[in-house]
């Protein structure tokens, strides 16, 4: 008869403790770090993402660089546009270049050889726009980044460094490229 009660006996206290408080907690638990474990990966995914468009919005501000110029038509460098150094026959002699804190204007080199009208990069109320004069004297303007924390460009010769951060200020992202200018 003892056999038979310790074989038929319910639950005790203790197991019914556990299995009420115990495993809940355990699986809350787990369930709390999977889902931390899914927003980091979702955060680090982000984040990356964001860093490549930042890189592709600087390599592309590379491009143009690396085809620009600090002499444009002045072939020799008195500052007015003598006979002969007019070779997009525009009237104008395009040397355009400036760097300041927070922009970069240039002339870009065509492929026939010729300049382009004056190409500026500038932040403008957290936004990275460029700026493009064409015929008549219009300028053509589109924003190239929103939430820019800075941009800048540092020359020194030849060769250029340009560099932005984007985001907020609690998570900002930020890059730079190196690039050499033809002339």
Same mark, same amino acid.
């Given at each position: 008869?003892?056999?038979?009660?310790?074989?038929?006996?319910?639950?005790?206290?203790?197991?019914?403790?556990?299995?009420?408080?115990?495993?809940?907690?355990?699986?809350?638990?787990?369930? %709390?770090?999977?889902?931390?474990?899914?927003?980091?990966?979702?955060?680090?995914?982000?984040?990356?993402?964001?860093?490549?468009?930042?890189?592709?919005?600087?390599?592309?501000?590379?491009?143009?660089?690396?085809?620009?110029?600090?002499?444009?038509?002045?072939?020799?460098?008195?500052?007015?546009?003598?006979?002969?150094?007019?070779?997009?026959?525009?009237?104008?002699?395009?040397?355009?270049?400036?760097?300041?804190?927070?922009?970069? +204007?240039?002339? +870009?080199?065509? +492929?026939?050889?010729?300049?382009?009208?004056?190409?500026?990069?500038?932040?403008?109320?957290?936004?990275? %726009?460029?700026?493009? %004069?064409? &015929?008549?004297?219009?300028?053509?303007?589109?924003?190239? &980044?929103?939430?820019?924390?800075?941009?800048?460009?540092?020359?020194?010769?030849?060769? %250029?460094?340009?560099?932005?951060?984007?985001?907020?200020?609690?998570?900002?992202?930020?890059?730079?490229?190196?690039?050499?200018? +033809?002339?």
């Amino acid at each position: 008869m003892d056999q038979r009660n310790a074989s038929c006996r319910g639950v005790t206290l203790l197991e019914l403790l556990f299995a009420v408080v115990i495993v809940p907690l355990v699986l809350g638990i787990g369930t %709390m770090t999977l889902h931390s474990s899914c927003k980091l990966a979702t955060d680090v995914m982000e984040s990356s993402s964001s860093v490549d468009k930042l890189r592709e919005m600087l390599r592309r501000i590379g491009e143009d660089l690396t085809c620009s110029s600090q002499t444009g038509e002045d072939v020799n460098a008195n500052g007015i546009l003598d006979e002969g150094e007019d070779l997009n026959g525009n009237g104008r002699l395009e040397k355009d270049w400036a760097v300041t804190p927070t922009s970069v +204007r240039f002339n +870009r080199v065509l +492929r026939d050889g010729t300049f382009s009208l004056p190409i500026t990069y500038s932040l403008q109320g957290g936004r990275l %726009m460029r700026s493009k %004069m064409v &015929a008549g004297g219009a300028t053509e303007t589109a924003s190239v &980044a929103g939430r820019v924390l800075a941009f800048s460009v540092l020359a020194s010769g030849t060769q %250029m460094t340009v560099s932005m951060s984007v985001g907020s200020s609690e998570a900002p992202q930020s890059s730079s490229v190196s690039v050499h200018q +033809r002339n």
